[in-house]
């Protein structure tokens, strides 16, 4: 576990896939999941030893590595007592088995990576522009359809899941670094990945915290970089 600001912790397993608890008035908010149902312990740990307790779980997106310990956290927390949150383009990937068909007017390409679902049905769906306590919602499709960032408006952190990738140093998920190549591999369109980091242009952005690699500083001009880098 690293604190990554006075509001938000990183939790880290096998050294490279992420997830955050982030604090609100009434407990925690845990963005993603990890990928293994035995983060689920971890994870409750965590909370606990921070001193709260999580009351909502945000999905960024339906793959594995993302998704892993819902159903334990569901079943240990209570269906009643934890909101599950994602959106309603993500819903039919989030079943069991995933519909992986795409939709009229969506770009080319298909769904990849891993997309085991989840037996939890979200209990809220979420729009572009809406909040989650101090989370603000943001579309950021292009790994995968439905992909969702998630800015803190206190102190602009971005929890960017997939739609960027911090590993060796920040680049948008359709040129991740050949060290770690699955991000690019997985990502389902990289034009539209390229549009959505455009669109993240807009926000005021501080530091970058995804699901792989460390939190990332550097704001707007960092991820300028990461843009031209895909252009070049």
């Given at each position: 576990?690293?604190?990554?600001?006075?509001?938000?912790?990183?939790?880290?397993?096998?050294?490279?896939?992420?997830?955050?608890?982030?604090?609100?008035?009434?407990?925690?908010?845990?963005?993603?999941?990890?990928?293994?149902?035995?983060?689920?312990?971890?994870?409750?740990?965590?909370?606990?030893?921070?001193?709260?307790?999580?009351?909502?779980?945000?999905?960024?997106?339906?793959?594995?590595?993302?998704?892993?310990?819902?159903?334990?956290?569901?079943?240990?927390?209570?269906?009643?007592?934890?909101?599950?949150?994602?959106?309603?383009?993500?819903?039919?990937?989030?079943?069991?088995?995933?519909?992986?068909?795409?939709?009229?007017?969506?770009?080319?390409?298909?769904?990849k990576g891993g997309t085991p679902g989840i037996k939890s049905k979200p209990t809220r769906l979420l729009v572009e522009g809406?909040?989650?306590?101090?989370?603000?919602?943001?579309?950021?499709?292009?790994?995968?359809?439905?992909?969702?960032?998630?800015?803190?408006?206190?102190?602009?952190?971005?929890?960017?899941?997939d739609a960027l990738v911090a590993v060796g140093e920040l680049n948008v998920s359709n040129h991740a670094p050949w060290f770690?190549?699955?991000?690019?591999?997985?990502?389902?369109?990289?034009?539209?990945?390229?549009?959505?980091?455009?669109?993240?242009?807009?926000?005021?952005?501080?530091?970058?915290?995804?699901?792989?690699?460390?939190?990332?500083?550097?704001?707007?001009?960092?991820?300028?970089?990461?843009?031209?880098?895909?252009?070049?």
């Amino acid at each position: 576990m690293t604190q990554v600001t006075q509001n938000s912790y990183q939790l880290n397993r096998l050294g490279f896939v992420n997830c955050y608890l982030v604090r609100e008035n009434d407990g925690f908010t845990l963005i993603d999941t990890g990928i293994f149902s035995s983060s689920a312990a971890g994870i409750l740990d965590a909370a606990r030893e921070l001193g709260g307790t999580i009351r909502r779980i945000l999905l960024t997106h339906a793959h594995t590595d993302h998704v892993g310990s819902v159903d334990a956290l569901v079943n240990k927390l209570g269906a009643d007592q934890v909101e599950l949150i994602s959106n309603e383009r993500s819903l039919p990937i989030l079943r069991t088995p995933p519909d992986l068909s795409m939709r009229p007017g969506e770009a080319p390409g298909k769904i990849k990576g891993g997309t085991p679902g989840i037996k939890s049905k979200p209990t809220r769906l979420l729009v572009e522009g809406e909040t989650v306590g101090s989370l603000r919602c943001i579309d950021t499709p292009g790994h995968i359809p439905g992909h969702m960032s998630f800015l803190d408006e206190r102190d602009g952190t971005l929890f960017a899941g997939d739609a960027l990738v911090a590993v060796g140093e920040l680049n948008v998920s359709n040129h991740a670094p050949w060290f770690f190549p699955f991000p690019k591999f997985v990502t389902w369109n990289a034009e539209v990945a390229v549009s959505s980091a455009e669109n993240l242009l807009a926000y005021p952005i501080e530091r970058f915290a995804c699901g792989h690699g460390p939190v990332r500083q550097g704001g707007i001009p960092a991820l300028r970089q990461a843009i031209a880098k895909v252009k070049a």
